[in-house]
């Protein structure tokens, strides 16, 4: 695996660091900086970014924020994430910071349908630096940074494409101006080696650039540059008319070398004879000096008829620079197209997953949802049974009447304040007149109209077999009571 893009400082290499190990895998750990506010979250501003493949919006833009206390004890804060954080298997409340520890559990999102797990969960640990640094997720500004580079490297794609060995007419054309700008140079003689300066003095400074080599002897011409690649059929043929056009520029400059050779000779004979005879032989010098100025006026006539071709040729090469610049701009244009193709494609699959992703969150809500619904209806009928079984304690113990172990009917109370059924204190009274609880003498009996409305009540809350028994009772009572 592809090692994280930072550096291995000097004090921290050796030494022992706090992360948050990945449980079950041995990369995207988190690093836990001393004096460094860890944020994470799926948004851009944040420490380390968290795209989740399976449901992107399970973690919040801005999920969670670990930082240090002024002990130096990490801590950890749920930031209004969606989704919530969980701490040893039990969820944080928003906005408040709790201590983490070696060891901790801590959990990001809940897990999806079928699945018993998160997709991110991490273990609070301290390990060494080498154990750590390979397991260290990038952070966001470094994935960032990244991406710059791949944008500038598509961007200059068609720079690279034209290599240092492609040359264009520009290139030409900077090479047709240094051979230019050249001075001649002088040519030494066969004879004696004295210098010829005057026929050098009336060359063209382009010609004179073209001598022959002082090694091998033969003429060397500046090098044109070859188009490597063609796309279409006009510029291959202005490339061959531009290549016939340079065949014929160095047959005339091969010309005008031999002239201007001749002309050094004839010009050299000329002043051997000047020295040798300045009397005598004038006919011959005049004859000779006739024959130099007759090649001086035919090197000049090449030299303008080359110097209109080499116009020629330079008007030539703009023209088929400006067609390859055409060239390049209907490529980049088409190349551009491409990608905008290329971005829609991707806009497209990315909305899709969006809307996949949308649909699996519904789901998620839809079964949360059903999920609490169950738990309201479980609570309630978990409360209601509390209540009633609540009742019936409350009537075993406190409304019952104690010789008949049944809820008080017509219920009296005693001047001892005990409380018994009017039928059974009645039928205790005719063996003994005391109290049976506290076997004090009963002087006065009262009747308790609130506390039989209140067993009426609570009695009509209780099961049908309940009420049927305490009707029956009733009626009995009331019969034994008229006999």
């Known amino acids: 695996m592809g090692e994280p893009g930072f550096f291995v400082t000097g004090d921290r290499a050796g030494g022992r660091s706090w992360c948050l190990r990945r449980v079950g895998m041995s990369a995207g750990w988190l690093l836990l900086e001393d004096g460094c506010e860890v944020t994470v979250g799926r948004g851009f501003g944040v420490t380390y970014q968290l795209v989740s493949k399976i449901c992107p919006l399970m973690i919040s833009r801005n999920h969670c924020v670990l930082k240090q206390n002024p002990e130096g004890q990490w801590t950890i804060m ?46 609070v640990t301290e390990e060494d630096w080498e154990t750590i640094y390979p397991c260290l997720s990038p952070k966001n500004d470094q994935m960032i940074e990244k991406n710059k580079e791949l944008r500038t490297k598509r961007k200059f794609s068609l720079d690279e494409l034209a290599g240092p060995g492609a040359e264009g007419p520009s290139n030409l054309k900077s090479k047709i101006n240094k051979v230019s700008c050249e001075s001649g ?132 090469f703009q023209e088929e620079e400006q067609h390859l610049q055409g060239l390049e701009i209907a490529q980049g244009e088409k190349d551009l197209k491409q990608q905008l193709a290329q971005a829609l494609q991707e806009h497209w699959a990315l909305m899709e997953e969006l809307n996949r992703s949308k649909k699996d969150f519904e789901a998620i809500i839809q079964a949360k949802n059903k999920e609490l619904e169950q738990t309201k209806k479980e609570k309630m009928q978990a409360q209601k049974e509390e209540v009633l079984s609540h009742m019936n304690d409350v009537l075993e113990n406190e409304l019952q009447c104690i010789i008949c172990s049944e809820y008080f009917i017509e219920a009296v109370t005693l001047n001892c304040a005990h409380s018994f059924c009017s039928y059974c204190i009645n039928e205790w009274m005719k063996r003994k007149i005391e109290c049976p609880i506290c076997r004090k003498d009963i002087k006065s009996k009262t009747y308790s109209l609130v506390l039989d409305n209140c067993i009426n009540k609570m009695v009509n809350n209780l099961s049908s077999e309940v009420k049927e028994r305490r009707i029956v009772l009733i009626r009995e009572r009331k019969a034994k009571r008229l006999f």
Request: glycine letters at 4%; aromatic letters at 4%.
């Open 185 to 316: 140079q002088p040519v030494k003689s066969q004879g004696k080696g004295e210098v010829a300066s005057t026929p050098s003095d009336n060359l063209d400074p382009k010609l004179t650039a073209l001598e022959p080599s002082k090694t091998t002897g033969a003429p060397i011409y500046p090098g044109f540059p070859k188009v490597t690649e063609v796309h279409h059929e006009q510029k291959a043929s202005n490339s061959s008319a531009s290549q016939r056009s340079l065949q014929m520029f160095k047959v005339t400059m091969s010309r005008i070398l031999r002239l201007k050779i001749q002309m050094q000779e004839k010009h050299e004979a000329v002043m051997n004879v000047k020295k040798q005879t300045q009397k005598g032989n004038s006919k011959k010098v005049v004859q000779m000096e006739q024959e130099l100025q007759d090649l001086q006026s035919q090197l000049c006539a090449e030299q303008a008829q080359q110097q209109a071709r080499v116009e020629q040729l330079e008007k030539t």
């Open 78 to 123: 749920d930031n209004k994430s969606l989704n919530g954080v969980w701490l040893n298997r039990a969820r944080l409340e928003p906005l408040r910071v709790y201590s983490i520890h070696q060891g901790d559990y801590i959990q990001l999102g809940v897990p999806l349908e079928n699945k018993e797990n998160a997709e991110y969960e991490y273990e």
